[in-house]
């Protein structure tokens, strides 16, 4: 008789996060979350509103908030599947959706097309004498449709957005060929889920007496997925219902006349699979309602008790530009929690700033109608797991505001940007790389090494925006021993950084100021030399996020010194020695012109 020999560990390990531990439910590829933002937050999406139309995987009824008018959005992306397990799995999504405002009424409506595909390889065929006998593939796919639609209405001070979404879903699932399949069963399942939500949130503004603007956007969801018949190979295997339920909160600081300074979101999100423990020959049952989620304890407290998968996550907005991201989930089935990080970068808070300088109105109409995102988010897990190195990049493609009569929320008054002074920042900085868990002898502690800096500056009030262009650069000895030899060499690692930061000024006198704020900082490059020998070499943290405190002497109005200190706030790892990991501090002593 002809044996089926699936990889099965490679199989069973395909989808290891607590939701999936349920072995008995079918189909858990539908679980795997294909968002490349919130993947990099603690998955979220169920109770965040958020402005990417993706996030309608984890709520049919999110997704909306990032259009504006008649629209049309596209994301796709391919990634590496179970880096860590296989070299021959990957993932396919594609996303494209409407989204429509009628006129004269506070609704919007949208319209999303997924496709999700996974590619789970070759798999082998052998007889009862352990004999190769044929290959097959392994494959699952989901197209799904989403319409959902949100109601606006204002309340006094506060705005209430409601919304709801529905889902349909046509999956197949190819575990292989009928030909090699056991008599009584079949190698492929075809099957109709649906998922429903509903998403509460509700907007505060509040002015400041600087003229600035104050919002905060709490937010409360609850989805449930998967709801269809049962799955059908050789048996019946219950569906991977899944219920979630999460609380978030976002808050954004607006500038009249230049719009999003910075904004944060947080959130608490859980879920469930509702398919009841069962033995062979037992009917399917689910459970009703939320499942094992307790309200309090998994979604307000982020409590993880290992009874449900709970999640955490939290970003940091700068200029409406550059998005910093991370967030941890666990739950039964981890030995560890799972830590997420990622980062994203928006043309539009881009363009705006390029405006500032250049003054064209131009882009400004781009902004109206164009926006153009990247999106970066990586899982840390432990060495030897499965999910170590699962990557997801993805960029999407948004056109607002098509039609005629359509709300216009991205227009900047450019006749004001010129009343923006516009600075050049350069010079030199001295910077080293510190270990924060090892106690290392003094050949393998750091030395100050320069690098250099240049960027550009705007003043906003007693604010400073700065978008700057540095490398920072560290050394130290290492020892190495070959046989009966030992001997010393100098190792120098330089890092290329772009940087995105906001200072608070203060002015005790006309001549002296204070500077005070945070950095954001994307690696994109890094240079390893050793014996005058310099090579390229793999970055070991994609961002760093870390505080700048400065004292800044003006010379005249149009001229100053500033000397300030950088520290790192991201522990980077150290792959080149044993020194654990890394902190990054940074003198800075930079030219300050007025243009």
């Not at 599947?81 to 996303?95: H, N």
């Not at 048996?235 to 009249?256: H, M, N, V, Y």
């Not at 907005?317 to 030995?335: A, C, K, N, S, V």
Request: proline share 5%; glycine share 10%; charged share 20%.
């Amino acid at each position: 008789m002809l044996k089926r020999t699936i990889i099965t560990f490679a199989l069973v390990s395909l989808f290891m996060t607590p939701a999936f531990s349920q072995s008995s439910t079918g189909g858990i590829f539908l679980l795997i979350p294909t968002s490349a933002a919130l993947n990099g937050m603690g998955e979220l999406g169920v109770g965040l509103p958020y402005d990417q139309p993706d996030a309608a995987f984890f709520n049919p009824a999110n997704g909306i908030y990032g259009t504006r008018g008649v629209g049309i959005y596209a994301t796709e992306h391919h990634e590496r599947w179970l880096p860590g397990l296989a070299d021959d799995m990957s993932l396919d999504y594609k996303f494209l959706g409407v989204s429509l405002i009628p006129e004269k009424y506070p609704f919007q409506l949208v319209l999303h097309h997924q496709r999700t595909f996974l590619d789970a390889g070759e798999q082998t065929y052998t007889n009862s004498e352990g004999h190769v006998i044929g290959t097959f593939s392994t494959w699952f796919s989901v197209n799904a449709y989403t319409l959902a639609g949100c109601y606006t209405r204002q309340t006094g001070p506060v705005l209430w957005d409601v919304s709801a979404g529905f889902s349909s879903k046509r999956v197949v699932q190819h575990l292989a060929d009928d030909e090699f399949v056991d008599p009584g069963g079949k190698g492929t399942a075809y099957n109709t889920f649906y998922d429903g939500g509903f998403l509460l949130s509700a907007q505060w503004e509040h002015s400041l007496n600087s003229g600035a603007l104050l919002k905060l956007r709490p937010g409360l969801g609850i989805s449930i997925m998967n709801m269809g018949d049962n799955i059908k190979f050789g048996q019946e295997d219950p569906s991977p219902r899944l219920a979630r339920t999460g609380i978030s909160l976002g808050g954004e600081l607006t500038s009249a006349s230049y719009g999003p300074m910075i904004a944060f979101e947080w959130g608490h999100a859980a879920s469930d699979i509702l398919a009841k423990p069962r033995y062979p020959g037992d009917p399917i049952t689910y459970q009703s309602g939320l499942g094992d989620i307790n309200i309090y304890d998994h979604v307000i407290r982020g409590k993880n008790d290992h009874t449900v998968e709970v999640s955490q996550g939290r970003s940091f907005t700068m200029l409406d530009f550059y998005t910093y991201r991370e967030g941890e989930r666990g739950g039964p089935g981890f030995p560890r929690p799972i830590h997420e990080s990622g980062y994203g970068l928006n043309s539009r808070g881009f363009l705006r700033l390029v405006n500032r300088f250049v003054n064209l109105p131009a882009l400004d109409m781009i902004n109206r109608h164009f926006t153009l995102r990247y999106d970066f988010s990586r899982w840390t897990t432990g060495e030897n797991e499965p999910l170590v190195g699962t990557e997801f990049k993805a960029f999407t493609v948004t056109l607002h505001n098509l039609g005629p009569g359509s709300p216009d929320k991205d227009g900047v008054d450019v006749s004001s940007f010129h009343e923006m002074p516009v600075e050049l920042v350069t010079g030199f900085n001295y910077s080293g790389m510190y270990p924060t868990n090892f106690d290392s002898d003094d050949r393998l502690e750091p030395h100050y090494e320069r690098g250099y800096t240049i960027g550009l500056e705007t003043r906003i009030s007693s604010a400073i925006l700065g978008f700057s262009f540095s490398q920072i650069a560290s050394s130290f000895m290492n020892v190495d021993s070959i046989a009966w030899f030992t001997f010393q060499y100098r190792i120098h690692d330089r890092y290329n950084y772009v940087n995105l930061y906001g200072l608070k000024q203060f002015t005790p006198t006309k001549r002296l100021s204070f500077l005070i704020g945070p950095q954001l900082s994307a690696c994109v490059g890094r240079e390893i030399s050793i014996f005058d020998e310099a090579v390229g070499f793999e970055p070991s943290h994609e961002f760093n996020v870390g505080l700048i405190g400065a004292t800044q002497v003006n010379f005249t109005e149009a001229a100053a010194v500033r000397l300030s200190y950088y520290y790192g706030l991201r522990d980077i790892e150290d792959d080149l020695t044993d020194r654990g990991f890394l902190r990054l501090g940074s003198f800075q002593l930079n030219l300050v012109v007025s243009l």
